[in-house]
């Protein structure tokens, strides 16, 4: 601790985040005794050492308190004790005060940010409610409604926004030490402050409620954030925190905490990509060509321009390119009337984006992106192409979702610079990316399409070439197990509106709809010795809808009709087809229980994600879980299919999945990775395993 000006200085280090680990706020309470002890300190300022003030409790340790492994932190003593300080506190806080750190602060008696930093409580981001206080303070300091919207959708408020809620006393635009020494300074005669004394005015919290019960259905934190915060307005504020406690503990223990947090850390673990070490760099990449400018490429080529890299993009025709850059500015415009976006912000994005017919100038691009028509004749000749053009350390990546990415690398003189980069649709708005390993792919290739990928602010996960790679190779099976369940009694809608309340996104036949059965169609035709196993049951329907035009939201009608909002509405034709059409095949109809059609999707999902798991097309099971949370709509308070399969219990899918392979055949082998489940393990504990 040093002291300037009659001000102590207590610095909180403990990097990366300053998380208050065990240890860290015991640090904390000597210090603040030692400044208080010492008469020639008047005030104390709290700063945090590195990029950041503090990022909350260490969410390690609530993991390890979640399985019962650990105690939940309590943070209540420290925090009490600095807020009973005889001498005032300065929180100042840059980077993130989040959660925790949050709370810590507003234990402070004043808190001063820099310019740019964010302040929020995300807790139930991760399943759980602020434990430490955040819940009583918050409302006492920026008011009730503006603290339950805060608490309730976890989403931080910058500095300025922070002070104009009465959260921050002041906003320093120079050096962020100087500006609170010299803000303690102005303040140290003051008696200190404190938040617990202020009162929570009530406030009418319904429409947050019905807002939240839709944006984040089904998951309990939310709401019970909310009541949390309208507790502090009619209990005083130990008894305010002493509820807090006991509904933090419950959510603490539960499996959407459980779930929430291994999404947290899976998304930072598929960032480490096993066998490629921390030291191999990636390329630079400062400009982009792309080819294609259709839904794919126009999508891929906004995701560059809106982190500010120049993009190139050529099609076949003028017309093309047209169309392509029309879809652009549409989607922009879209964005400035959601208010997500400035006419300014817009037209800077446009001018990183230079449509183009011919390849003039992608010979000085840093990485090339082909998102031309799914053909692979189509794809190896461009690459051939490509090969000419581009300069020697330029990477070449193709967005190809179905094709093999070493068969295109080898029309290549250079299969080591080639990778696939699999966005999804919208490019500009999924966050996943699935980086494809070819057999050739060397090293810093690789690890430059995943710095690319955390350019664009997405998340990268490697998986290995192979039919589907990892997400639509896990889907096939899914939609055809949805597909197979309507033609034995049930209906598209019953199975969408199963698969909606057990957390999916969205049914599996609004999502065919909206990508369009017949790009299925295409797939199973280019793949018929995969889709067409002799004496494997194979799905009906799809193609007759095919075969009538109905494709799909592009035209209006597929699984379902869609009135002029597109809303999806059941409809009778297809009702009788699916009906006609399993008469003939002679399937018998039944009543399918919602639990069943559950069942029956997402075990076929984990039971190919073991399979996938087991072939090494995925490195780890959280790399499945990652690719599905973040790019296949699978809901994340449920922790991604193989975890979720973690917390149902592998014994009990085993034993399932046995019964549908007698009922239904083979196509539900289990899995060999079924061992497992006879080993009481989870797929977390595979992964642990191997690490
Ligand atoms: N605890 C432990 N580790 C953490 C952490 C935390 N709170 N926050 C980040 N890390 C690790 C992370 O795993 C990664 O590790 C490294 O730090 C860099 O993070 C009582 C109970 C702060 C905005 O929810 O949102 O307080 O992969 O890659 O992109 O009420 O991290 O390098 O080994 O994400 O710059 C509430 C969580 C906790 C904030 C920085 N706090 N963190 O983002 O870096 S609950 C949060 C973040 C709580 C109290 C309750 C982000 C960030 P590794 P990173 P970044």
Known sequence: ?????????????????????????????????????????????????????????????????????????????????????????????????????????????????AAGSQLGLPETKLGIIPGAGGTQRLPRLVGTAKAAEMCATGD?????????????????????????IAFAREIQDRTPPRTRDRAAAPANLDALREQIKKSRKHQHAPLVAI????????????????????????????????????????ERAVAKVPGLGKDVAPYPVTSVGIVGAGTMGGGIAMSFAN??????????????????????????????????????????????????????????????????????????ELFAA?????????????NTSTLDVDAIARSTSRPQM????????????????????????????????????????????????GFGFVGNRMMFPYMFEAQFLVEE?????????????????????????????????????????IFEKPGERRPLVADRLCAMGRMGQKTGAGWYRYDESRKPLPDPIVLELIRKTAAEAGIEQREISKEEIVERCVYALINEGARVLEEGRAARAV?????????????????GPMFHAGLVGLDKIHARICEFERRHGPRWKPAPLARLAAEKKTFADYDAERA
């Open 1 to 113: 601790m040093a002291t300037r000006e009659g001000v102590a200085i207590i610095t909180i280090n403990n990097p990366p985040v300053n998380a208050l680990s065990h240890g860290v706020p015991e640090g904390l309470e000597t210090a603040i005794h030692a400044a208080n002890a010492d008469p020639g300190v008047h005030a104390i300022v709290v700063i945090g050492g590195g990029r950041t003030f503090v990022a909350g409790a260490d969410i390690n340790e609530l993991e390890k308190a979640a399985y019962g492994q650990a105690e939940l932190p309590d943070l209540h003593p420290a925090l009490n004790m600095i807020e009973a300080s005889p001498k005032p506190v300065v929180m100042a806080i840059h980077g993130t005060a989040l959660g925790g750190g949050l709370e810590l602060a507003m234990a402070g008696h004043y808190r001063v940010a």
């Open 156 to 180: 931080p408020i910058p500095a300025r926004d922070a002070l104009a809620a009465g959260l921050v006393d002041r906003v320093i635009e120079g050096d962020l030490l100087t500006g609170a």
């Open 227 to 266: 009541e949390a915060v309208e507790a502090a307005t009619a209990l005083d504020f130990d008894a305010g925190c002493r509820h807090e406690k006991e509904v933090f503990k419950k959510l603490g223990h539960g499996d959407q905490a459980k779930a929430l947090m291994h999404a947290f850390f899976g």
């Open 307 to 380: 982190v500010g890299i120049p993009v190139r993009i050529t099609d076949s025709s003028q017309e093309a390119l047209d169309r392509g850059m029309g879809v652009i500015r549409k989607n922009y415009e879209a964005s400035i009337k959601r208010g997500r976006l400035t006419p300014e912000a817009m037209e800077q994005r446009l001018a990183l984006i230079t449509p183009q017919l011919g390849m003039a100038g992608f010979e000085q691009v840093d990485l090339i992106v082909e998102a031309v028509f799914e053909s692979l004749a189509l794809k190896k």
């Open 386 to 398: 490509l090969d000419q053009v581009a300069k020697p350390d330029c990477v070449l990546a193709t």
């Open 418 to 465: 080639v990778v696939g980069l699999h966005f999804f649709s919208p490019a500009n708005v999924m966050r996943l990316v699935e980086v494809v390993r070819g057999e050739a792919t060397d090293g810093r290739v690789l690890a430059t399409a995943m710095a690319v990928a955390k350019a664009l602010k997405k998340v990268g996960v490697v998986v290995r070439n």
């Open 489 to 529: 009694g049930s209906t598209p809608a019953e199975v969408d509106a199963a698969l909606t309340d057990f957390g999916m996104a969205m049914g599996i036949f609004g999502v065919d709809d909206m990508a369009g059965i017949d790009v299925m169609w295409r797939v199973k035709r280019e793949f018929a010795d």
């Open 623 to 639: 790399d499945i879980d990652i690719v599905y949370l973040t790019g296949y709509g699978f809901p994340a308070w449920r922790g």
